[in-house]
């Protein structure tokens, strides 16, 4: 069965790090791109940006550009957002997703990680 | 404020059919394919339909997708009332280099 399974929720003050987690199973981890994509509480979708786990290629959609890294480790078939210092806007439900459609639909779709910034 | 737009919300009867609209332009719709995702609350969004009108398998032929211009829809038939939930659209936006999604409709199967 292909799936993705993030890491747990997390709770955090404002100013902390964090890095959440997504592991790939049950198909080749390194040919298909990975999306990130963040949903506020009672909101609408917002793509994050996307990896190839085959060599780390990024992109990041400019609403998030310099405000999270994305990340990959291919040898666990692992993808990664991480915030170096968090704020209390960045609470949300974190998805990651396998871009395997043309256009990077994505077609398998993790759990999803809650991160609770408090301030 | 979203790049693609779609209605807030729809409703219909059960088994009465709806449509989704979901409007770009040719930066994104205009010129690549779109996805429809299914979001039931507190669960993750799933695809529905992927390459304009493609279903994946398991996706039942009630849900159908079209694109004609900057425009795509969704249509549902035979409404149940499991298919109450948000629905969204998405695709590339070549010019910003991004994907970019529809603010989303919820469905109301009165």
């Known amino acids: 069965e292909v799936q993705l399974v993030q890491s747990g929720a997390e709770v955090k003050k404002s100013g902390e790090s964090l890095k959440i987690s997504c592991q790939g199973s049950g198909y080749s981890f390194t040919t298909s791109w990975i999306a990130w994509v963040r949903q506020m509480p009672g909101k609408g979708l917002e793509w994050m940006g996307i990896?190839?786990?085959?060599?780390?290629?990024?992109r990041y959609s400019p609403s998030f550009q310099g405000q999270v890294t994305i990340s990959a480790d291919k040898s666990i078939s692992t993808a990664y957002l991480q915030w170096s210092s968090l704020k209390a806007s960045d609470t949300a439900m974190y998805y990651c997703?396998?871009?395997?459609?043309?256009?990077?639909?994505?077609?398998?779709w993790g759990q999803g990680t809650t991160v609770t910034v408090s301030s | 404020q979203s790049v693609l737009t779609q209605p807030p919300s729809v409703s219909a009867a059960p088994g009465q059919k709806v449509i989704i609209s979901c409007s770009g332009s040719s930066s994104n719709i205009g010129n690549n394919y779109v996805s429809w995702y299914q979001q039931f609350p507190g669960t993750a969004p799933k695809l529905l339909i992927y390459?304009?009108?493609k279903r994946p398998s398991g996706i039942p032929d009630r849900f159908s997708g079209s694109k004609s211009g900057t425009s795509a829809t969704l249509g549902i038939t035979g409404l149940q009332t499991g298919d109450e939930a948000d629905y969204y659209c998405?695709?590339?936006?070549?010019?910003?280099?991004?994907?970019?999604f529809g603010g989303g409709t919820t469905l109301t199967v009165l």
């Open positions: 390459d304009n009108n």
């Open positions: 997703a396998r871009c395997g459609r043309t256009d990077y639909g994505m077609d398998v």
């Open positions: 998405g695709t590339r936006d070549s010019s910003l280099s991004v994907v970019v």
């Open positions: 990896i190839y786990p085959s060599d780390s290629d990024t």
